[in-house]
């Protein structure tokens, strides 16, 4: 039972480019939850979808946007990157009627930008 | 504002012995639940111990037990027995009800758990 794949597992970009990360959740669950965590810091919530739609958001500009598909896999997508930007991008997936603790990571993808 | 935090950004443990991970958190929600997770370096966040705010008993799975105390808003993990494997970052989290399902989970700074032979 594959668990939550995140695609790339790095990538390098440059200032001011736009940057598209995937998640494929773990089989079974419909709800997947983006974090990102700076170097020295626990995961920030981004934004969460369900259904295809963004049900939460935490405080990330608008640069910060994201999409879910009918077979339940996401994507994050960052604008006109930043050096600020540079992290570790964590896919959480889950099942929106599931347990209280059926939260499962992904690996994450590192993103440096410079 | 809900908050978590971990007041140890490093600790040492023998292996074999136990050790205690400081997590205290705020919130004036009365519906919530902690977790801890370890994140080893390759990233991954591997959950090990849930606790309801509404559960009676402290959470307990293998050789982690989670140390609850309600009132004063602390949620101490437990690992008993350490092993070299245990050692990575520790994250304490939060979690408050959204609408009846799961909401977002609210993380620590962490604490690096280092375990010496």
């Known amino acids: 039972d594959a668990g939550v794949t995140q695609s790339p597992t790095h990538l390098i970009k440059t200032r001011g480019q736009q940057v598209t990360l995937r998640c494929s959740p773990k089989?079974?669950?419909?709800?997947v939850s983006w974090y990102q965590q700076a170097l020295g810091q626990g995961p920030q919530f981004i934004f969460q979808?369900?259904?295809?739609?963004?049900?939460q958001r935490g405080n990330f500009p608008d640069r910060f946007s994201g999409h879910q598909f009918p077979n339940y896999s996401s994507e994050l997508n960052v604008n006109a990157l930043l050096l600020g930007d540079s992290a570790l991008y964590l896919c959480?997936?889950?099942?929106?009627?599931?347990?209280?603790?059926?939260?499962?990571f992904g690996s994450g993808t590192r993103l440096t930008v410079v | 504002a809900q908050k978590i935090t971990q007041t140890q950004p490093g600790m040492f443990v023998q292996e074999k012995e136990a050790v205690t991970l400081d997590c205290t958190y705020d919130?004036?929600?009365?519906?919530?639940?902690l977790f801890w997770y370890k994140q080893p370096s390759s990233g991954e966040m591997i959950f090990l111990i849930y606790q309801g705010s509404y559960d009676e008993q402290n959470a307990t799975e293998g050789r982690y037990s989670l140390n609850f105390q309600k009132a004063r808003k602390s949620a101490n993990l437990v690992i008993s027995a350490s092993q070299l494997g245990d050692s990575a970052m520790y994250f304490c989290a939060m979690r408050l009800n959204y609408g009846g399902s799961q909401g977002n989970l609210i993380f620590g700074k962490g604490t690096k758990l280092s375990v010496k032979p």
């Open positions: 089989s079974g669950h419909d709800t």
């Open positions: 959480a997936s889950s099942l929106a009627t599931g347990a209280n603790y059926g939260y499962t």
């Open positions: 919130t004036s929600d009365q519906s919530y639940g």
């Open positions: 979808y369900y259904e295809e739609e963004e049900r």
